[in-house]
Structure formats: C-alpha cells, structure tokens
C-alpha cells in the first residue's frame, strides 16, 4: 500500500496511430504530423518526501535502463521543476522516486517522455505547485519532443517536432493490443532512411467512422524500420492473423498495435500472440477518449 502523502502517477503508453514526415529543419530535426492517443497501460512512478532525493526502479523492465543513479529523463524533469519552483520562490524539498517500468524500452511509444511527464505532473502536487502551463511546457518541450504530448496524455494532433498541439475531443476509446519483439530499432537510422521527407501532411478531412480515417493515415517511418528489423513485419502478421482490425507501428518501432472490436477480443488475442512467442511483449489494453466522449460506450466509429 502506498505510504501516507505519496503521490502516484501513471506514464500512459503513446501510440502514434498515424506519424507523416513532412520536412526537416534546418538543425536536422524532423517536421512532422502525428495522430496520437494513449493506452490506459504504461509506468507507474510513486513520488514522496524524503530527507535527502533518491531514485529506485523496478518492474519488468527497469534492470533495462542500468543503474538508477545514471542520468535519467525522470531525475532531469525532477531537476527542472525544481529549479523552476525555485526560481518562482517556492519550496522543492527532496523527494523519493519510485518508477516501476512496465513498457519496453526505447520501443515508439514514449515510455521514457511519459516518466518526464508523469514526474512533472505528480511533483506538482507533491510539491503542491501551480506553475503556469506555459512554463511546464517549455521544461516538457527542453525534455524532449515527445514529453509535452505526454503532458497531456489525452487524444491529440501533433506537429511541428510535437510542440504544436491540437486536442482531439471527438476520437473514441479504442481495445488495442500492443506487441514488440524486444529487439531495438535505431530511431536515427531509420529517419536516415527515409526515402523523402517531405510527404504529404495528414488530411483535415474526416471520413464517417474513425477506422476508416485511421486506415487513411500512415506511419511513414514503418517501411524503414521493417526493413532494418524484420520482426516488425512479422509480429504485425501476428497481429493481423487474430483478427485486428488494423495493425501498424508506433513511432519509430519497434512496437506494433492491433486495434479490436473490444476489449475481451484484444485479451484473448493478446493470450494467443504470447503463447506463440513467450519470449515477446504482448499487452491487451484500452486506449483514453477524448474528453468529449469520456463515460460512454464506444465501438468503431
């Protein structure tokens, strides 16, 4: 049970449903259109007073990230905060940080942007701190692209390099199943990779159910991350013989998704995939709705 006055925070997965590169700046990064929402699966960090900071990972996947004393995105938004805090004149006293790392590493859907953002979102209230919004996002945005997303952690449009964010009241909760085959995929190589950078953007359009607009989207980075790791093609035919409506890859991989006609559907694919391959990462989840459609009952459209 969690002690008294601990703050927990859940690092929701990010799953581009669609991620369109269309140009790159002048300092080499990439321009791009995304279609974004979260699954309600992800890290979890608990955050509590302590006499001097201290930092502890567990879980699946926290022996993946080293040593917990190394330079990590949560001690460097832990770090920022505090000196934004400060510079504002008021208290950050040390805290204990306790991550349990459930989601993949370095795997396309923004495992370590969602701890940066979760750890500014649960020492706020630790802290019990109101900074402006304009200020946790530009500490988000000097984090990384991807963690002002996460700071938001509802279903959105992403442009720019991510810091051009339009919410998206309307997208429906989604069951999903996430799949990776453990294996990295280099996010520098396969921009590298890119047959052009400058392709069309997403469409303003919308067709009549959100499937359909889905399936009209694409992930332009998939095409080189399969050829650099075959697995991805093979865990999105994985994916495609339980009966997916639609299957792509996240980011820049190597995490694919299925989306289902429910959740009971993901559950029981998600059973089969790993009994084909124990030795993968299979996770049946739920993705958040948009805030105008929170409390209903959603299907496909």
């Excluded at 900071?53 to 879980?59: A, I, L, V």
């Excluded at 199943?177 to 069309?200: D, H, I, Q």
């Excluded at 990462?281 to 709705?289: G, L, M, R």
Aim: charged content about 20%; some cysteine.
């Amino acid at each position: 049970m969690p002690d008294k006055g601990m703050i927990v925070e859940d690092a929701f997965a990010k799953i581009n449903l669609a991620l369109h590169v269309t140009g790159q700046r002048d300092d080499g990064y990439h321009l791009l259109d995304m279609l974004v929402t979260f699954a309600r699966h992800g890290d979890r960090l608990e955050f509590s007073t302590a006499d001097k900071d201290s930092f502890e990972m567990s879980g699946r996947f926290g022996a993946a990230l080293g040593d917990a004393g190394a330079d990590n995105l949560v001690i460097r938004a832990r770090d920022r905060l505090r000196d934004a805090v400060l510079q504002a004149g008021a208290d950050a006293p040390p805290v204990h940080i306790h991550l349990q790392k459930k989601l993949p590493i370095a795997s396309g859907i923004g495992g370590g942007s969602a701890d940066a953002a979760a750890t500014l979102r649960g020492l706020s209230r630790l802290w019990n701190i109101s900074l402006p919004a304009s200020v946790l996002d530009e500490i988000a945005l000097g984090l990384g692209a991807d963690v002002p997303m996460c700071l938001h952690s509802t279903p959105l449009i992403a442009r720019g390099i991510g810091e051009l964010i339009e919410p998206v009241a309307d997208m429906p909760q989604f069951a999903m199943v996430l799949a990776n085959p453990l294996k990295g995929v280099s996010t520098p190589e396969v921009f590298r990779r890119l047959g052009t950078k400058t392709n069309p953007p997403l469409s303003t359009g919308r067709a009549a159910h959100w499937l359909d607009t889905i399936r009209l989207m694409r992930n332009d980075l998939e095409p080189p991350a399969r050829a650099l790791l075959p697995e991805i093609g093979e865990i999105s035919a994985m994916l495609a013989e339980q009966g997916a409506d639609l299957v792509r890859m996240s980011g820049s991989g190597a995490t694919c998704f299925g989306l289902f006609q429910s959740f009971e559907l993901a559950e029981a694919a998600a059973v089969m995939l790993h009994r084909q391959r124990p030795d993968w990462y299979f996770q049946a989840t739920e993705t958040i709705p948009g805030e105008n459609m929170d409390g209903e009952e959603h299907g496909r459209s």
